[in-house]
């Protein structure tokens, strides 16, 4: 059991170190717009494909289909975008994956939680067994065949549960949680257990709102985590109704030029093909609604909230 | 407590996913499949749910216009599933493993024989015979060979729309007409009129692009004579990498690529790209499907509105005669799973499907609404024919032979530029077309054990001998690889369904 811990063991963010005072040499400053200059188009490169895709997406098919689009759209258009709105299936996948991201990110994210907090406690009786067992499935699983099996036989598979239900504990995260928890003043707890408190009410009303950036950082890895799984869905879904739209996307993409599957031209494929723009039109839905989840969350990602909960 | 815990955690999964769907959704997941009974008593109930798997499409089947037309055609309530577009063959594997319960599978020939083989399939030679009139009809005595293991039919075998060539070499025509040039009729001129195009137009005379061994071949290679995957030489068969006239073909490609007629990016180029530059009048000449006409005119004519296009007819050869290549055969095999629960029903249902007038249907919709029929053409009604019946091809299992071929051609006429390809393409092949003489075989073992990895090493080494990575001189040492890596093996496989044939 630690004791309270001391007032430099809270850090106070946000202040600055007082310069030296010391002005950069000229070499020194060279090296810094350099670096400047340097890391700025690096950024930009990553961005790149991402705004050739919009262009793509925004341009005519004639235009796309000539290769002659860059950044900018050529014979501008949004049809494209109207058609995969109102496209049935498309919409039918979206449906699918915001339900998939919501419930998966809320229960997941509960799960973790209230399994991670015990497992912050010294006092936890077999902890250090416990969290060996946790960490002994990071390392080793059944493996994909007899994972399935056991889907099947709980009568999972087909089901949207399967997408979510196998995920609820993540032990890295749980993990990343729990180091936070365990950071946490001690002293807070013994405070608040002198004023009455119980074990969930400790937890529910003091630890948790004092881990929101924890809580923010790990809802966003769950969140990107089921909006970008198509792997699971590829292996336990094969009912077209309950397709996310990650696998959607990704068999749209794949199934396009690709007719001469063991050399029989399908010729009723090859009729079918989506034209580039609207697959670029397609990516573009696709991944526009889990970028909007980061400015929500940015607000979270706050330090030194402790300051202040303990006299030091 | 782990059982304890899995039962609760499917409770509240099924608690949980009752609570989400229950909004609007009309076909909630949290049903999940019944455990079958012990009991048969569902045999004698009208007309069961039957459990369709299908080959991926873009859609959903049992929301689509045509998966709720069988239902009412048919009167079989049909719940369709479908393979993922991404390794199929595993998903099947743990479906059939699994024995999911699926009545009708549509599958392709790798799937088929793997499955049959391993005595996953019903054979069907006694339901035909008990319950399929219409199957029977429908269906050409030659098809059947294509679906039959050690003399037992494992499925209804699926041939498409027929026969119909798909690519043609096309060429800039007001290019020709600028420098004086006649459309090319062999290979002689076909190197004059690269070449002079290369010298005055500072262009790419002929692109290409490397996808596929046939994406290679074509019309340049039927001129010297290779057209078929298997030559009949007096009755043996030989592989059309043992053939002379392949080691002329690649010479001549060589001479091309060293000369600069040929993209020399060609080893990297995949159909799209090689489309990319012929559209934005970089290339010359492109050998183009017809089913990617309308997007590769239109971009031309959209980036240079003088552009014309004109379809070069079929080389010819030393012979002075032209031929082409057609791909025929079965292309989906349509099999009833061993343990599926209703095989008898599904027997019907599929039998029901080829019923004369239900097929027509199914294929082309009705009359008056989604096509009409003009001096015995069918021609589609837009836009409802596509907003219908786009994906209908799906959901075959089994076709009229006799008939859709042309009704399929409904599906051509959609679009003017896509017509006038599609028609021009099969009207210079008239008279010209060469079959495969393995066309209608039965999978082979010899053969689907090694085909892919030859042909991905006939791929690369044709590439290589044309972009001169390997100089012609090493042509024999490459058959030599060839046959040690399972061409001999394959070879002798093929020749033994060839000589039972000829019986």
Excluded at chain 1, 204 to 223: H, R
Excluded at chain 2, 5 to 12: C, D, E, I
Excluded at chain 2, 351 to 380: C, N, Q, R, S
Aim: hydrophobic share 45%.
């Amino acid at each position: 059991m630690k004791t309270a811990s001391s007032p430099s063991a809270v850090s106070v963010a946000g202040k600055s170190k007082p310069k030296t005072g010391i002005r950069p040499t000229l070499p020194e400053r060279i090296f810094n717009v350099f670096n400047y200059v340097f890391f700025t188009l690096m950024g930009i490169t990553t961005l790149l494909p991402f705004v050739n895709l919009i262009a793509k997406s925004l341009s005519s098919e004639a235009a796309v289909i000539s290769g002659i689009v860059n950044l900018w759209p050529i014979g501008f258009q949004l049809g494209t975008y109207k058609f995969v709105l109102q496209d049935a299936a498309f919409m039918n996948s979206m449906k699918i994956s915001i339900f998939l991201t919501a419930v998966g990110t809320a229960l997941s994210l509960f799960m973790t939680t209230i399994t991670a907090y015990p497992l912050s406690k010294p006092r936890l009786r077999g902890r250090k067994w416990f969290l060996l067992m946790f960490i002994f499935t990071m390392l080793f699983s059944g493996g994909l065949i007899p994972t399935y099996l056991l889907m099947h036989k709980l009568h999972l598979v087909n089901t949207l549960p399967v997408l979510f239900l196998p995920a609820m504990v993540n032990v890295y995260n749980m993990l990343i949680i729990k180091s936070y928890f365990e950071g946490l003043p001690d002293s807070l707890e013994e405070s608040a257990k002198l004023d009455g408190a119980g074990n969930l009410r400790i937890l529910f009303f003091i630890a948790l709102p004092l881990s929101l950036p924890v809580l923010a950082t790990i809802a966003l890895f769950f969140a990107v985590y089921f909006w970008n799984d198509y792997f699971n869905a590829m292996i336990y879904i094969s009912n077209p109704s309950l397709k996310p739209m990650q696998l959607f996307l990704k068999e749209l993409l794949l199934s396009s030029g690709d007719f001469m599957r063991n050399e029989t031209l399908n010729v009723d494929a090859a009729l079918n093909t989506s034209p580039q723009s609207i697959q670029a039109a397609s990516i573009m839905i696709a991944t526009v609604p889990i970028l909007l989840v980061y400015p929500f969350l940015q607000k979270y990602f706050v330090k030194g909230v402790l300051v202040g909960s303990v006299k030091g | 407590m782990l059982k304890k815990s899995a039962t609760l955690f499917t409770v509240m999964a099924l608690g949980v996913t009752a609570a989400a769907c229950g909004g609007g959704d009309s076909d909630s997941g949290a049903s999940s499949s019944p455990s079958p009974s012990a009991s048969a008593a569902a045999t004698h109930a009208p007309k069961p749910e039957l459990r369709v798997l299908m080959q991926y499409d873009r859609i959903d089947p049992n929301q689509d216009y045509t998966g709720k037309k069988i239902i009412e055609l048919t009167g079989y309530p049909v719940k369709y599933e479908m393979l993922p577009a991404e390794n199929p063959d595993e998903k099947l594997n743990l479906l059939v493993t699994n024995q999911e319960p699926f009545d009708v599978m549509k599958l392709n020939s790798a799937q088929f024989y793997k499955l049959a083989t391993a005595g996953a399939l019903e054979p069907l030679d006694d339901l035909i015979n008990k319950l399929g009139p219409n199957i029977k009809n429908a269906i050409n005595e030659k098809s059947w060979e294509s679906t039959k293991i050690n003399g037992k039919i494992y499925a209804i075998p699926e041939t498409g729309s027929g026969i119909a060539i798909s690519e043609e070499l096309i060429v800039r025509q007001d290019w020709l007409d600028e420098l004086g040039l006649q459309v090319p009729t062999n290979t002689d001129e076909l190197y004059t009129v690269l070449k002079t195009i290369k010298e005055k137009k500072n262009v790419i005379p002929l692109v290409g692009s490397k996808d596929s061994i046939q994406s290679l071949l074509g019309d340049i290679a039927a001129a010297f004579g290779v057209t078929t995957w298997w030559v009949d030489n007096n009755g043996t068969l030989t592989h059309q990498v043992e053939t002379p006239q392949m080691k002329e073909f690649l010479t001549y490609m060589n001479k091309l690529y060293k000369e600069g007629l040929i993209d020399s990016e060609l080893p990297l180029s995949t159909s799209a790209k090689a489309i990319e530059k012929f559209s934005s009048g970089k290339a010359a000449m492109y050998k183009l499907a017809w089913f990617n006409a309308p997007n590769t005119i239109n971009a031309l004519t959209k980036n240079n509105p003088n552009a014309k296009v004109s379809v070069i007819p079929f080389l010819k050869g030393k012979d002075g005669k032209a031929q082409v290549f057609a791909n025929t055969g079965t292309t989906w095999f349509i099999a009833i799973p061993k343990y599926s629960k209703n095989k008898e029903e599904a027997f019907k249902f599929l039998d029901k499907k080829l019923e004369p007038a239900i097929f027509k249907e199914l294929a082309i919709g009705i009359e008056g609404t989604h096509h009409k029929v003009e001096d015995g053409k069918y021609i589609p009604i837009l836009p409802k024919f596509n907003e219908d019946l786009n994906y209908a091809s799906g959901f075959m299992t089994g076709v009229d032979e006799k008939n859709y071929p042309t009704y399929w051609q409904a599906r051509v006429r959609k679009d003017p530029i896509l017509t006038s390809y599609f028609e021009k393409f099969q009207e210079n092949a008239k008279g010209l077309i060469v079959t495969d003489p393995l066309a209608l075989a039965p999978p082979i073992p010899e053969i689907a054990k090694n085909k892919q990895k030859l042909d991905k090493l006939q791929l690369d080494n044709m590439l290589n001998f044309i972009t001169g990575t390997q100089p012609i001189s090493d042509y024999d040492k490459f058959v030599a690889k060839w046959k040690a890596e399972g061409g001999d093996e394959m070879t002798k496989g093929a020749n033994a369904w060839y000589q039972s044939q000829k019986k």
